[in-house]
T-cell receptor
Framework: GAGVSQTPSNKVTEKGKYVELRCDPI?????LYWYRQSLGQGPEFLIY????????DSGLPNDRFFAVRPEGSVSTLKIQRTERGDSAVYLC???????????FGPGTRLLVL | DAKTTQPNSMESNEEEPVHLPCNHS???????IHWYRQLPSQGPEYVIH???SNVNNRMASMAIAEDRKSSTLILHRATLRDAAVYYC?????????????FGTGTLLAVQP
């Protein structure tokens, strides 16, 4: 079946601009996660949704980062006033339930100039 | 959160077995040991997990030390497609969070 998909695959933006990154989880998966991966590092947790609600947003670095999942399926990660330090690969994962195996998408590579 | 220690890199030859070590001396009784791997330009992929006993699946095996302070991921016959970063992760099923905490992993190079 279809895996986790993320769009766009690449995004180039200028410092100060607003970006939205989209994640389509595996159908039927109630849990959705966002991670961020900088070059040479392992993925770093950002936020976890169970259904429509954010169950754990402890990894969001500051209030420029926000994520939504209004219908409990697709999620959007929103970054305001982007900074060069936001450049990274943003990974989305989903799982059947909160403690099940997480399946990752290919990521969105964000470059802030 | 309990921490894991892995070598930065390892090399193997194609069709030979590979043993990837992981130390987790501060593991707690409710921590499961998980392995994920990340192929180039892809998201991480689940490999295997276990609690106390050695486990096997179609991808790999995992040997867990009796005191659970270390584990080894075993690829029985490495292929070029197994070249990836391998992450050893502890998940506390008795804890409050189910996020994955990745370290820097082991970069496995497979030579033809």
């Amino acid at each position: 079946g279809a895996g986790v998909s993320q769009t766009p695959s690449n995004k180039v933006t200028e410092k100060g601009k607003y970006v939205e990154l989209r994640c389509d989880p595996i159908s039927g998966h109630t849990a959705l996660y966002w991670y961020r991966q900088s070059l040479g590092q392992g993925p770093e947790f950002l936020i976890y949704f169970q259904g429509t609600g954010a169950a754990d947003d402890s990894g969001l670095p500051n209030d420029r980062f926000f994520a939504v999942r209004p219908e409990g399926s697709v999620s959007t990660l929103k970054i305001q006033r982007t900074e060069r330090g936001d450049s990274a690969v943003y990974l989305c994962a989903s799982s059947l339930g909160g403690w099940e195996t997480q399946y990752f998408g290919p990521g969105t590579r964000l470059l802030v100039l | 959160d309990a921490k894991t220690t892995q070598p930065n890199s390892m090399e193997s030859n194609e069709e030979e077995p590979v043993h990837l070590p992981c130390n987790h001396s501060t593991i707690s009784g409710t921590d499961y040991i998980h392995w994920y791997r990340q192929l180039p330009s892809q998201g991480p992929e689940y490999v295997i997990h276990g609690l106390t006993s050695n486990v096997n699946n179609r991808m790999a095996s995992m040997a867990i030390a009796e005191d659970r302070k270390s584990s080894t991921l075993i690829l029985h016959r490495a292929t070029l497609r197994d070249a990836a970063v391998y992450y050893c992760i502890l998940r506390d099923y008795g804890g409050a969070t189910n996020k994955l905490i990745f370290g820097t992993g082991t970069l496995l190079a497979v030579q033809p």
